[in-house]
């Protein structure tokens, strides 16, 4: 079609151009000219206009042909596809029809099994009825024979059994005695021999010295002028010393001597040696106090951790974190009663490896509770509560294993002991600090402590007895329990022990156990 219209355009062209020039022109001849050039041209055109319709029935039949072809192809795949869907219903339809006859067997297997189980339900129950029936009778003849004895003995079935069970009880009873007596005899006797053999071995084994070393807390002086240059101008020297290392130092009348007064021993031994190392120097001023208190600090650091590693190497002990190394280094400048707990520690490291080898059991774990029983003491200044929780506490915080923490917490009684690791520190704590010489608390003042202490736990209404036990650290106060009820029994066990707070003076903590208990008594006239 467009060719046609191209056609019919380039005729209307040639026309106009002809008549235009006819126009211009003006001649005859032109005119005549120009109509046969015309009709040349409109014959062109005709032609052209037949060639393109020709050409345009072609394109029509060939588009014809190609929609034919292409629905063709479309009812063929068609057709496939249908084919393919037919097919798979077919196979579906076959697996369901499979499917339910696999369902309609198992549901007459099933309806089998239920008939045969009714049978049997219906034949256990004749059972169970016949051999009720056989019970009864048999009861029946069991309560005629019984009749009978009785009639015959002259004495009831319940008094014939309590006869015999009373005979056979009393005489039971007394033969259990003998032997539990005996047995208890013996085993006391054994346990006693056998235990003091043990620690009597390990005491024998393990010498160590009775008094060990405690931090120095007083400075020697070469001479009295020296006071006056720690004091410095206008006491600038002091109050940079004392900035430095936390520790106050009192300069009296002592002659030729400065007292450190500190809280934390640490802190208190780097002020003594720096101070010592001062007096040597001669050069006492804020810029060289702080540059000999640094790095004396970093000494004391690197000696924490050099004697923890010594302990270690010393007990044989492996596996142990590093931040418990340094802890177990600082004991050696903590002391109680005048023992230092490092010497302490060690001693009871190696008392418990040696009762634990006499018992048969694990030499190193034994060692390895010894010797951090009282960590907690390296931090028992910094964190509130008894040592031995709190050294409970930074052995699990440090990974030491669950037998090792028991043994640490339970080592005073704090928690109640589930095996016989705590036991075993208990008794070679005791023997480390009952020796003569370990401690340095006079005789006389301990029993005034104990009996001040037992005097308090008397002066509360309602307390019966009270007695202090394990060298001060519990006392145990027995009460009225008509005057005193459960809760008010709490309440004294608080105001006993605020009342110890506020009036003595002792080291660690001590334990208030109130008792009480309900009696019941009738007498028999």
Same mark, same amino acid.
């Given at each position: 079609?467009?060719?046609?219209? $191209?056609?019919?355009?380039?005729?209307?062209?040639?026309?106009?151009?002809?008549?235009?020039?006819?126009?211009?022109?003006?001649?005859?001849?032109?005119?005549?000219? +120009?109509?046969?050039?015309?009709?040349?041209? &409109?014959?062109?055109? +005709?032609?052209?206009?037949?060639? /393109?319709?020709?050409? &345009?029935?072609?394109?029509?039949?060939? !588009?014809?042909?190609? !929609?034919?072809?292409?629905?063709?192809?479309v009812k063929i795949d068609f057709e496939k596809e249908t084919r393919d869907r037919k097919n798979e219903l077919s196979q579906l339809e076959k697996r369901l029809l499979q499917k339910e006859d696999q369902l309609d067997r198992k549901t007459e297997q099933v309806e089998a099994r239920a008939a045969e189980y009714t049978k049997k339900d219906r034949e256990i129950a004749e059972q169970e009825r016949k051999l009720e029936a056989a019970q009864a009778d048999l009861d029946a003849r069991v309560a005629a024979s019984r009749v009978e004895l009785e009639r015959v003995a002259g004495l009831s079935a319940e008094q014939a059994k309590a006869e015999i069970v009373e005979l056979i009880s009393d005489e039971a009873k007394l033969e259990a005695g003998k032997k539990i007596r005996v047995m208890d005899e013996e085993f006391k006797e054994e346990a006693t021999q056998k235990g003091r053999k043990m620690i009597s071995l390990a005491v024998q084994r393990y010498a160590a010295d009775y008094v060990a070393e405690h931090v120095v807390s007083a400075v020697p002086?070469?001479?009295?002028?020296?006071?006056?240059?720690? =004091?410095?101008?206008?006491?600038?020297?002091?109050?940079?010393?004392?900035? !430095?290392?936390?520790?106050?130092?009192? =300069?009296?009348?002592?002659?030729?001597?400065?007292?450190? /007064?500190?809280?934390?021993? =640490?802190?208190?031994?780097?002020?003594?040696?720096?101070?010592?190392?001062?007096?040597?120097?001669?050069? $006492?001023?804020? +810029?060289?106090?702080?540059?000999?208190?640094? @790095?004396?600090?970093?000494?004391?650091?690197?000696?924490?951790?050099?004697?923890?590693?010594? &302990?270690?190497?010393?007990? *044989?002990?492996?596996?142990?974190?590093?931040?418990?190394?340094?802890?177990? *280094?600082?004991? @050696?400048?903590r002391t109680s009663y005048g023992q230092n707990i490092y010497t302490h520690s060690l001693e009871v490291a190696f008392l418990c490896g040696m009762i634990a080898s006499e018992l048969g059991l694990n030499a190193k774990i034994a060692k390895r509770a010894g010797l951090l029983h009282d960590i907690g003491k390296a931090v028992d200044h910094e964190v509130e509560g008894p040592h031995a929780l709190i050294g409970a506490d930074l052995a699990r915080k440090y990974g030491e294993p669950a037998k090792i923490v028991h043994a640490i917490g339970a080592h005073h009684e704090d928690e109640s002991p589930k095996d016989i690791l705590p036991i075993l520190v208990q008794a070679a704590d005791a023997l480390s600090g009952a020796r003569p010489g370990a401690r340095r608390e006079m005789l006389a003042n301990?029993? @005034?402590?104990?009996?001040?202490?037992? !005097?308090? &736990?008397?002066?509360?209404?309602?307390?019966?007895?009270?007695?202090? =036990?394990?060298?001060?650290?519990e006392i145990r106060i027995i009460v009225d329990y008509q005057k005193i009820g459960d809760d008010a029994a709490t309440i004294l066990a608080r105001d006993i022990a605020k009342k110890i707070e506020k009036n003595l003076s002792y080291p660690g903590q001590i334990r208030v156990t109130v008792i009480r208990e309900t009696r019941a008594i009738e007498y028999a006239r």
């Open positions: 079609m467009s060719t046609v219209l $191209i056609a019919v355009l380039a005729a209307l062209a040639v026309g106009l151009g002809v008549y235009v020039a006819f126009l211009l022109s003006g001649k005859r001849t032109t005119l005549d000219k +120009a109509r046969a050039d015309a009709r040349v041209e &409109a014959e062109k055109a +005709a032609e052209i206009l037949q060639n /393109s319709r020709k050409e &345009a029935a072609n394109i029509l039949k060939e !588009a014809a042909l190609q !929609a034919k072809d292409h629905l063709l192809q002086l070469p001479s009295e002028e020296m006071k006056g240059r720690i =004091i410095g101008r206008e006491g600038r020297n002091i109050r940079a010393f004392e900035a !430095a290392t936390g520790i106050d130092v009192i =300069i009296d009348d002592t002659p030729e001597a400065v007292i450190l /007064s500190g809280f934390n021993p =640490i802190r208190r031994e780097i002020a003594r040696i720096s101070l010592t190392r001062l007096l040597q120097d001669g050069r $006492i001023h804020p +810029a060289r106090i702080e540059e000999t208190v640094e @790095k004396v600090a970093k000494e004391v650091e690197e000696t924490i951790r050099e004697a923890g590693e010594q &302990a270690l190497f010393d007990l *044989g002990i492996h596996g142990v974190h590093a931040d418990l190394v340094k802890l177990i *280094g600082r004991l @050696k400048y301990y029993l @005034k402590r104990l009996e001040d202490l037992e !005097a308090i &736990a008397k002066s509360f209404a309602g307390v019966e007895k009270s007695y202090a =036990i394990q060298a001060g650290r």
